[in-house]
């Protein structure tokens, strides 16, 4: 993997391409690959005053849009169990093995009972 040397500046085109594949649902560490930077490096960029404050909403923005869609297609899925399986393998939050005790903890027993409440539907095959 390459990646950028640690005086060398993010450029706008790379910022638009990291942005970009994560919401379109790369992990961080892939769009980081993508761009070749460093995981390392962007987390150095990311806590550098105003400039870092901007990147980083922009990255958390960007994964919150992949979540959106990502939750979006788990529910038009006919599957609970692999929606479920979509969610937790690509976000650790929904894992519920992870131990996690925060509030956002229960968005998988949420998503559970909402999943079970929708009627199951014959679906036409073409």
Do not use: Y
């Amino acid at each position: 993997m390459a990646t950028i040397g640690k005086k060398q500046r993010l450029t706008e085109t790379m910022r638009g391409d990291l942005i970009q594949a994560l919401e379109t649902g790369v992990s961080l560490p892939g769009a980081c690959d993508l761009i070749c930077i460093s995981r390392e490096r962007l987390e150095i960029l990311m806590g550098e005053g105003r400039a870092g404050e901007r990147l980083t909403r922009e990255v958390n923005r960007a994964q919150a849009v992949a979540e959106h869609s990502l939750c979006a297609k788990v529910m038009a899925s006919t599957s609970a169990k692999d929606a479920l399986a979509m969610l937790s393998a690509r976000f650790c939050h929904w894992d519920k093995k992870a131990g996690n005790t925060s509030k956002d903890s229960g968005k998988v027993e949420e998503l559970m009972a909402r999943l079970a409440s929708v009627p199951e539907v014959e679906r036409k095959r073409n």
